[in-house]
Structures are given as C-alpha cells and as structure tokens.
C-alpha cells in the first residue's frame, strides 16, 4: 500500500492528532514504512512526541529554504516509525505557511516527503480552511474524524455537504477513507443513540467499524509524548487503533486478499464490536417492521424517502430510496429544523400535519402522532403534486399498532 491520507475534523479537539500519531505507530507495526506530518501550524505533532528536544527543523524551514534538503524535516523516532514538524516559533510563520500552502509549495514539499514512505498521514488543521485544502490536494484520501456529541447531529447535512464538495471542488481523484468516530463513551447513553443516528442516516459505506472509544490514558501518553502503545498498560488502549490500521489495510488490500480479511474478522471478536453489533442487530430487526411499513407507504403514496423520528429526532427507522449523497443532505437539514419548529406550527394550527415546499419540485409532509404517551413524528419527501396523506394516515395506525 502507498497512500497518503489526511486526517480532517469539522470541530476541535475531537482526536486528529492523537489519531495520526497512534494510527501512524500501530500501521508502522505492520511492516509499513510511515510518515506523520504535521500540517497544522498549532504543532500537535509535534508535541505528541516532543519533537522539540530531538530537532528545530520543521516544514515551515524546509519551506523558506533554510535547510540543506527538504528531507531533513523527517524525523525517526523508530525504523519505519518518522515525524515531519511544522517546526512554527514566530505568528508571522503561519501567514508565511498559509501562503506557501495557497501557492502550492506546500503541497509539492509533502509529495517530496512522501515519496520514501509507504503510508503517510498528516495531521490536519481544524476545518476546511485554506491549509487543509492545500493538504487535501496532495492526498489519496481523508479520514474525517467525529465525535457523538449533540452539536455534531446538528452539523451532520453540513458534513455530508462536506465530503461531496471535497470530492467535486478540492480533488476529484480523493476518496474518503472512512468516518471514524473517536472518544466514544459507551457510558453516556446518549452517545450510543447519536452514533445509531449517523448510521442510519449516512451510506454504510462512510463508516469505518472500528469506533474510538474514551479513554483518558490517552491523555496521560500525550503528557508522556508516547504512543498509548507504550505506555505500561497500554496494549488493550491502543488496540482500537490497531484494529483502525488492520481495517484500513484490508480496505486497501485487493479483494481477494485472504491475510488481511481474515485478520479484520478474527479482530472482530473483540466484546466492544460484538456489544455494538448486537445492538445494531436489535435495531434492525425492529426496525424491519417499520421499514416495511414505510416502504409500502412510499411506493403507493408516490413518496421519495420517509422517516420515523422520536421527541429528539433521532430516527426509528428510515425508508430512502436511493438517493444522492446532495438529496440527503438537503432532506436530513430540513428534517432537523423542521422537528424543532414541528410543535410550536402543530399548535398555531391546531392540525396534526404541516407541508412545506423544499425546493421547486419536492414538499415535506410531517405528521404528528403519540403512542403511550411519546411523541413521534412521520416525515416524508415527496413531489408538489403528490397527495399522500391518506397513505401516510394507514402507515401512521400500522406504526402505532406496531409500536404500542
Ligand atoms: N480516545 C480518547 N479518549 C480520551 N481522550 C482523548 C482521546 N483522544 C484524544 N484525547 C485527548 O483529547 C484532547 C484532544 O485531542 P487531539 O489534540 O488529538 O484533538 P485534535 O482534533 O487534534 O484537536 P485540534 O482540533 O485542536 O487540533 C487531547 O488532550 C488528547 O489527549
Ligand atoms: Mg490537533
């Protein structure tokens, strides 16, 4: 495998640099020679292994032409295991290293680094701003990293926006290497509803399996400036981003490699996965019920894509037909606006169902309706002209018969 692979974030502080430092050691375990490139002027790289006592050298001098070679900016911290700092002291640095990054020198030194490694990440700024454009441009492809916090189901039509504009505008020969959802708290039951949200609503394939979970010795190997590997206990940490490097591996073997898809399966033993799978499997086979129901709704109402959702509007079940990735995302940011606004409407005009036009083709349909004592809603996209309210009325008694 030769592959070089950004890792990118909407919000902060959700993992990227402890992921392309930890990633980074378990695929060097692998037999892959790796390189860890720092490319946001912040330095976590950096910092993750204290770089700073080994070498001053770091991107931003390669860039200014200040070292003998480029290459001197890698670092091996063991044989097949290196870092690239950005190596930023001073403020004005990071214009300089924004402006390299616009002009495409940027680019060109981390093609320069690569070209002596088999798999190199970089470790990106938050967002999309102009510096992860620039590293976006020079990759095969992003692992975009989030986290099960509310604020991220409020941002999920942008994030789906996301990846489909980074594919038409940034690169269109970049693929999306996977969503990984990292400091996952299997604790906190919320977490486990937003992670079965984005399932739900994002194509199977967006997901890697393999989730992050919180562990704060992940904090305490970042105070060390070690791989959580190393540390004295560690090995049952870093095992999820042992697991991350075998999954990606195998993604990236050819089909027909037995080596590295037995080992994904065998690693999918692991209690964790097998908890979450169950949970999964539970879901499903409710949530086939009500998916029959939807998709018969659909097909005789002339509906696009319908959606069950609770009180907090996480979905019970949904019915899409295939759409694109542009369709979802315009139908899942107008369901979440609609649902907040859903009651105060529902009540000015004492109904049970409001419609609205989306765009100039296609009406959402909403349809309130309680079973013992919950709140719940049934959504549908459907064109103007259609009128399903009469088959949404027989799905919405078969849910509730199904439900109560
Ligand atoms: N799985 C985890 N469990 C617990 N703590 C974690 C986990 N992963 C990272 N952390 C801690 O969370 C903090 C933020 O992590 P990190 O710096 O990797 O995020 P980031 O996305 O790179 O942030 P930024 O957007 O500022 O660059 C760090 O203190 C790190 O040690
Ligand atoms: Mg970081």
């Known amino acids: 495998m030769k ?35 720092d490319g946001d002027p912040q330095g976590g790289v950096a910092l993750s292994c204290n770089l700073k006592t080994r070498t001053a050298k770091g991107l931003i001098h390669a860039l200014k032409g200040t070292l003998e070679k480029e290459t001197d900016v890698i670092e ?42 088999d798999i190199v990440l970089i470790d990106a700024p938050v967002g999309v701003g102009r510096i992860v454009k620039a590293l976006l441009e020079v ?81 305490l190997a970042a105070i060390k400036a070690i791989p959580v590997a190393l540390l004295a206990d560690g090995t049952s940490t870093s095992e999820p981003y042992r697991k991350l490097a075998l999954e990606i591996l195998a993604k990236n073997e050819s089909k027909g490699d037995r080596k590295a898809d037995d080992l994904i399966s065998s690693d999918k033993s692991d209690g964790y996965q097998r908890a979450l799978k169950t949970e999964e499997d539970e879901n499903s086979f409710q949530g086939n019920i009500l998916g029959d129901i939807l998709a018969t709704m659909c097909e005789r109402g002339d509906i696009y894509g319908a959606v069950i959702a609770d009180e907090m509007g996480f979905s ?64 549908a996209v459907c064109p103007r002209e259609a009128e399903p309210i ?15």
């Open 316 to 379: 019970l079940d949904d019915y899409n037909s295939p759409v694109s990735t542009d369709a979802l995302a315009a139908f899942t940011s107008v369901l979440n606006d609609t649902l907040e606004k859903a009651d105060s409407i529902l009540d000015v005009q004492d109904a049970n169902n409001i419609q609205m036009d989306i765009n100039e083709n296609d009406k959402l349909i909403l349809q309130k309706f309680e079973v013992l004592n919950s709140t719940y809603y049934l959504l």
């Open 139 to 219: 990759c095969d492809s992003y692992l975009l990293l989030i986290n099960c916090k509310a604020g991220t189901v409020k941002s999920l039509p942008r994030l789906i926006k996301l990846a489909d504009y980074l594919k038409q505008s940034v690169n269109q020969d970049m693929e999306l290497e996977g969503i990984v959802t990292t400091m996952f708290d299997k604790t906190i039951s919320s977490e486990e509803k937003i992670f079965n949200h984005f399932k739900a609503r994002l194509p199977n394939d967006f997901f890697l399996d393999i989730v992050i979970p919180y562990d704060s010795r992940y904090e």
């Open 3 to 37: 592959k070089t692979i950004a890792i990118i974030s909407q919000k902060g502080g959700v993992g990227k640099t402890t992921t392309a430092f930890n990633l980074g050691y378990s695929l060097s375990l692998t037999g892959n020679k790796v390189l860890v490139i």
């Open 390 to 404: 009469g088959e949404m009325s027989i799905a919405v008694s078969k849910i509730i018969s199904k439900l109560a």
């Open 76 to 117: 091996y911290l063991q044989d097949s295991f290196a870092v690239a700092g950005v190596g930023i002291e001073q403020p004005e640095d990071i214009l300089y290293f924004e402006e390299a990054a616009a002009s495409g020198t940027l680019g060109s030194l981390i093609q320069t680094l690569a070209a002596d490694f």
